[in-house]
């Protein structure tokens, strides 16, 4: 028996990181993603699909069908001695891949890791964690972020690689990793589950040159522009409501007219398109290894960002970022020597290898286009993520949900497909129930929704949402309340109109933040101070730099700095 005579079905999760919600064709852009959009174009396009607004809560959820705190990710990586932000993958968790491999999937994975190495987990500790969580197969590298043309180090099954040449490019790496391990595994008669952990188009701005130039020119209209016309677009698609009003320009942000340095700020949004078209094109070389193996039709593919668009701002002086050993992530030099110039200058022009930047708040606003807020933050700009599913055997024609779900509905969804079973105890553990829900349902043409009330906290910031109706706080301010039926794009507080529903859903986030192990924000900062981490200010945010309110998080943070918080 082959693969394509195999009764379940190939399952494969893309992961996008730190892309907004409008970053690709199909939800508003200009930057031509063919190959997702052609995902979209006889797949389910979801417009409420929800993040947890960062990196490694998100990526904790989506392994294990967990809140994050439940996971052990409370915050980020290199955590706390308490239960919830330990900072690795919870003895009470169970990922995905263990589920499936112990269903009889071969289980494949390509990218980025960032939930951390739990000691408690069996394979010893030279194993990388992915594969002690059960992945079968392996390519891909644990923390953070780093340079997209050198990286000293990678996973490749049980042992450390380094790179040997300069014919390197993370983005591409991470795919024909995939795709090798994809073409053994369908030499077997085993389904394979594929983690696709792409960290496209995180920071550092950095593309070939050949892509960048493709983009030039672009973006010379400017923010402004670009927002107003992906908001267009977005209502063209359907995938927005018309009554909804774009959000206003971030209060930090000129109008464009007013702009200093434009040809460079056209540069940096020109390389992140270039980034996110390079992921793309990876996209289309798996779908055509798909369709020459002629698994494409029985394989089910989802497509998502773990957070929306990033404010994050690297600062030009390199001291406080030596301080913290940014540059010890590949950003200290080059393959062949050279040294790297840090941070969001116009002296620096960003793409090539030698340099290391972010494209600011600006261009964050119009990643998360129509929205508010950015990665860290539960507003809709910060948890709303573009998410498709592409199943060629059982979804014929384009369709587009509008009801919300969360990221916790993937995995319930792989191991719904997979006809497993979510264990009540793993590896002689007692496992948390799974807080998602199968979406198999809807991919069969039934109307579906979510029966849970979907909540989050993320340093402080909190969230609930219920039906028509969202409760959502920053760290230390008082909640605001609204009909996202009426007003996706947050613009009306309703709270003081409501008081009766804002009590009623703060009573539910409490119930749900008691039972997922949540702490107050206040309290994890306190402990934290006590270890002498210094990681986290007073105010909730983390020290390297910030420009205003958009603070450098913990995940820049290389795995040397992370284990001082063990």
Request: with cysteine; hydrophobic share 30%; proline share 7%.
């Amino acid at each position: 028996m082959n693969n394509l005579d195999s009764k379940k079905t190939n399952i494969i999760v893309i992961l996008a990181d730190d892309m907004g919600f409008s970053d690709i064709g199909s939800y508003g852009s200009e930057i031509k993603t063919p190959n997702i959009d052609k995902l979209a174009s006889n797949g389910i396009s979801f417009s409420q699909m929800y993040n947890n607004a960062r990196c490694c809560p998100s990526r904790a959820s989506l392994l294990t069908g967990l809140s994050p705190h439940q996971a052990g990710i409370g915050h980020m990586t290199g955590g706390l001695t308490v239960p919830g932000y330990e900072g690795y993958l919870s003895n009470n968790s169970v990922t995905i891949a263990q589920i499936l491999k112990s269903s009889g999937y071969e289980t494949i994975m390509s990218g980025k890791w960032h939930v951390g190495d739990n000691p408690q987990d069996e394979g010893g500790p030279d194993l990388p964690p992915p594969m002690k969580r059960g992945f079968d197969n392996l390519y891909g590298f644990g923390p953070g972020c780093r340079s997209y043309f050198y990286s000293p180090t990678m996973w490749e099954n049980d042992k450390e690689i380094e790179q040997d040449n300069s014919d390197f490019y993370l983005t591409n790496k991470i795919t024909d990793h995939a795709i090798q391990m994809i073409q053994k595994a369908t030499h077997s008669d085993k389904p394979f589950f594929c983690y696709l952990a792409y960290t496209a188009p995180h920071w550092p701005l950095q593309a070939p040159q050949k892509d960048i130039e493709k983009n030039l020119g672009q973006y010379i209209k400017g923010w402004d522009y670009i927002r107003t016309a992906r908001h267009e677009e977005l209502k063209k698609l359907k995938i927005l409501d018309s009554k909804w009003e774009i959000t206003p320009r971030d209060s930090d942000v000129p109008e464009w007219g007013k702009s200093k340095h434009q040809n460079w700020e056209d540069l940096r949004m020109s390389v992140y398109a270039a980034q996110i078209k390079i992921m793309d094109q990876g996209i289309g070389k798996i779908l055509k290894t798909l369709k020459n193996l002629k698994v494409d039709e029985n394989t089910l593919i989802m497509f998502l960002s773990d957070n929306g668009g990033c404010a994050e701002f690297l600062m030009e002086d390199p001291s406080p970022i030596n301080k913290y050993k940014l540059m010890d992530m590949g950003a200290q030099m080059t393959f062949d020597g050279k040294p790297v110039r840090i941070g969001n200058h116009p002296s620096i022009e960003p793409g090539p290898d030698d340099t290391y930047s972010s494209y600011d708040v600006a261009w964050a606003n119009v990643s998360n286009t129509p929205f508010r807020m950015y990665k860290r933050w539960l507003h809709e700009g910060g948890i709303s993520t573009p998410f498709i599913i592409h199943w060629p055997s059982k979804i014929k024609a384009p369709k587009i949900t509008h009801e919300p779900f969360h990221i916790t509905d993937i995995p319930a969804t792989c191991i719904d497909l997979a006809k497993a079973k979510y264990p009540s105890e793993f590896n002689g553990n007692i496992i948390s129930p799974i807080e998602g829900e199968s979406l198999l349902p809807l991919i069969n043409g039934i109307n579906q929704q979510r029966d849970k009330s979907i909540c989050f906290e993320h340093e402080g910031n909190r969230a609930i949402r219920e039906g028509e109706w969202k409760l959502v706080s920053e760290f230390n301010q008082n909640w605001e309340l609204y009909n996202i039926h009426d007003d996706r794009t947050e613009l009306n507080d309703l709270s003081e109109k409501n008081p009766a529903i804002v009590k009623a859903m703060n009573k539910k986030f409490d119930d749900w933040a008691k039972r997922s192990r949540v702490l107050p924000w206040e309290n994890v900062i306190s402990l934290n101070s006590k270890k002498g981490a210094e990681m986290i200010t007073s105010d909730g945010t983390f020290p390297m730099h910030s420009k205003n309110s958009h603070s450098i998080p913990i995940d820049t943070l290389p795995r040397s700095d992370q284990k001082k918080m063990d």
